[in-house]
């Protein structure tokens, strides 16, 4: 399963459409059990790259594989079907405000699963106790608190063990109440063959993390480039 590739980016070069991305090519490949962390100052460009690894944003050259599909040879239901293997933390939240937060959770794996709705609430609750909620939230997102959203946020990308995990800054600004439980889902997600893609601002913000990332990347101007480590990361 290590030899597999999960997700492989191949000189992919957005369209010029896309005007949060540089107009350069991208390659990346994530295998089962990988992390990724990506440091990245623009929040715009972080969400952008996060859309192509989806299949989300036009190429004019290269290709964006995922599980050995190319997004732009799917069509529906198989593109939406494959998008719901993906896990997602949105910087901007992704809420629809006029549903409660604990049906903004479960609707994603309501609609890309058949697994039993009584099954799928005993599973977000359990994770939203691992998370510090006392339950599913019945406020709607106007009325949560940014603290619960995010931990909210957490839940609504785990559930229904995704083979891929999209997070746009999932812990920063937060607490370690919240930090804590997130390394712990994502070391398990990783001990069962889960890809992870996570953006940052800061890498040092995942020191406690260091021995489970597999790749540590910065996204600028000039693309998605390697970092080396050093001492303080």
């Given amino acids: 399963m290590a030899n597999k590739v999960l997700l492989d980016i191949s000189e992919a070069k957005p369209s010029f459409d896309e005007n949060h991305l540089p107009p350069v090519a991208f390659n990346l490949q994530v295998k089962p059990g990988d992390c990724v962390i990506i440091e990245a100052r623009d929040l715009e ?24 599909l190319d997004w732009f ?69 106007r009325e949560a608190t940014t603290i619960d959203l995010a931990r909210a946020a957490c839940v609504r990308a785990l559930m229904n063990t995704p083979d891929l995990l999209l997070l746009e800054y999932p812990a920063e600004g937060y607490s370690a109440d919240l930090m804590s439980p997130l390394l712990e889902m ?43 480590l050093v001492s303080n990361v």
């Fill in 73 to 141: 040879a799917l069509k529906e239901p198989r593109l939406s079907a494959l998008r719901g293997c993906i896990g997602r933390v949105f910087q901007k939240g992704g809420w629809l405000d006029m549903y409660s937060v604990a049906v903004n959770i479960l609707s994603p794996s309501l609609h890309h699963t058949m697994i039993d709705e009584d099954k799928l609430i005993d599973q977000a609750l359990s994770l939203c106790h691992k998370f510090g909620l006392p339950g599913l939230p019945m406020d709607t997102p």
């Fill in 186 to 228: 994502l070391n398990f997600a990783q001990n069962r063959g889960g890809g992870i893609i996570c953006f940052t601002r800061q890498l040092d913000l995942w020191n406690d993390y260091k021995e489970r990332v597999t790749h540590w990347m910065r996204l600028q101007e000039k693309g998605l480039t390697s970092v080396r």
């Fill in 45 to 68: 460009a972080a969400t952008a790259f996060a859309n192509l690894c989806s299949g989300m944003v036009s190429l004019r050259e290269g290709a964006v594989l995922f599980k050995g």
